[in-house]
């Protein structure tokens, strides 16, 4: 009886021992964010927004989201942008103009072509040009275009078009007499844009050059065969 009792006595010691609470482990400090200045904070901030933006729209986009993107918190958010539309146009309208701006400077080459030879070296080179910035701004492009009605329009006629329109203006002196030049530069920004859409919907790589020397070969000469050849 006494061994019995003794046997209970230890498994009734060793079952408290393990029913004990573990030690608890000291708290985690929680992870303080790295200063930066605010010029670089903004950017940060910016890039992340790009990157939400492109992947949902305005409507779908959330500060929060874009806020953790950035390693920040809303209220760091706000501090820099008074609300999420003007981050929307900090984030992507300015750099699409930016950048619509720099096709529109490149044109003014061609001005300076004294043959047909040298125009179309011109020509080539900026279109490759072309395609890489197209390829480049074109997740901004779509969702500032496509992500809101209303502020897509606004955007297409009072930023883009005109830049488009420029294009046409710069491209007037090497048209064809019965070619609009208006036409021309929004029909060189849509074969852009579609050229743009495939490479990057259908994951391809195409050798820019090449992409490049078809698209002046297209607008510049035509695509048609030459009916009196042969």
Do not use: C, W
Request: charged letters at 30%; a negative charge.
């Amino acid at each position: 009886m006494a061994g019995s009792r003794t046997s209970r006595a230890v498994q009734t010691d060793e079952t408290a021992q393990d029913a004990a609470p573990e030690t608890l482990a000291e708290p985690t400090a929680p992870r303080r964010r790295k200063y930066l200045p605010a010029e670089e904070r903004r950017r940060q901030i910016i890039l992340a927004a790009q990157e939400v933006f492109a992947r949902t729209n305005l409507q779908g986009a959330r500060t929060r989201d874009i806020a953790k993107a950035a390693d920040v918190n809303q209220a760091t958010l706000f501090e820099h942008f008074d609300s999420k539309e003007a981050l929307f146009h900090a984030a992507v309208v300015e750099p699409l103009i930016e950048a619509m701006q720099g096709m529109y400077e490149r044109l003014h080459a061609y001005q300076a072509a004294e043959t047909t030879e040298e125009l179309l070296k011109l020509a080539q080179a900026s279109a490759q040009n072309h395609i890489a910035t197209t390829a480049q701004i074109f997740p901004l492009l779509t969702a500032s275009l496509f992500s809101d009605a209303d502020l897509g329009k606004k955007l297409y006629r009072e930023q883009i078009f005109p830049l488009l329109k420029q294009r046409g203006e710069v491209l007037e002196g090497l048209l064809k007499d019965d070619l609009d030049p208006e036409f021309a530069g929004v029909a060189l920004f849509g074969i852009l844009f579609a050229v743009a859409m495939d490479q990057i919907f259908r994951e391809r790589n195409d050798d820019r050059a090449e992409l490049a020397r078809q698209l002046v070969q297209l607008s510049a000469l035509g695509f048609l065969k030459d009916r009196d050849e042969g």
